[in-house]
């Protein structure tokens, strides 16, 4: 072999090996997960609604107030995530301002038309005042699982003897109207 054949060939040799492929490594390098320790217990802000409502002929103030307390049982998510569940009171005030009717509701209100998931892991969310029905107050409550979209709608009646029932919700108010339909009302 001349001196030529054999730089050629060597040359071709290297050239060969300069375009081969690199082998890639299959290692995937991903950061570190560092988990997030639960912080103190998380509390909902204090919320009031006062309304004007014209019932059984005379005019009365519905006031629903919202109210973080500490003194029930916190409430924890699955991380680990403390919540402090609400108490929530309705006042129904005369002209004059006097209280005609005053009630205060806690998720244990609720107990039996919840599952026991919503028992352990829910916090009374809401109370709202929905609409009158002859001699009767109507409310739309919610016991939700804190930081979720995830809850369970339900009516809250007082009559104008201060007799509350509660129920399941079957309709959503997909609207946000806080308005239904009356024709679906009877079963």
């Not at 014209?54 to 519905?62: D, F, H, S």
């Amino acid at each position: 072999m001349s001196n030529k054949t054999m730089l050629t060939l060597l040359a071709a040799l290297t050239l060969l090996a300069g375009c081969k492929e690199k082998k890639q490594s299959e290692d995937i390098i991903a950061p570190k997960v560092v988990e997030t320790k639960p912080s103190g217990p998380i509390k909902m802000q204090t919320y009031s609604d006062t309304r004007d409502v014209a019932w059984l002929g005379k005019q009365y103030k519905v006031e629903v107030k919202r109210t973080p307390d500490e003194s029930l049982p916190l409430v924890k998510d699955e991380t680990g995530q403390q919540f402090v569940d609400n108490t929530i009171r309705v006042v129904v005030r005369r002209a004059d301002g006097s209280v005609a009717i005053e009630k205060t509701f806690t998720k244990a209100s609720f107990d039996v038309y919840v599952d026991a998931n919503y028992r352990k892991m829910g916090i009374l969310e809401g109370l709202v005042f929905d609409e009158v029905d002859g001699n009767t107050l109507e409310f739309a409550a919610s016991v939700s699982l804190p930081q979720t979209d995830e809850y369970i709608p339900l009516e809250v009646k007082i009559d104008n003897f201060g007799n509350v029932k509660i129920e399941r919700d079957s309709e959503l108010d997909t609207n946000g109207s806080g308005e239904h339909d009356d024709d679906d009302d009877e079963v």
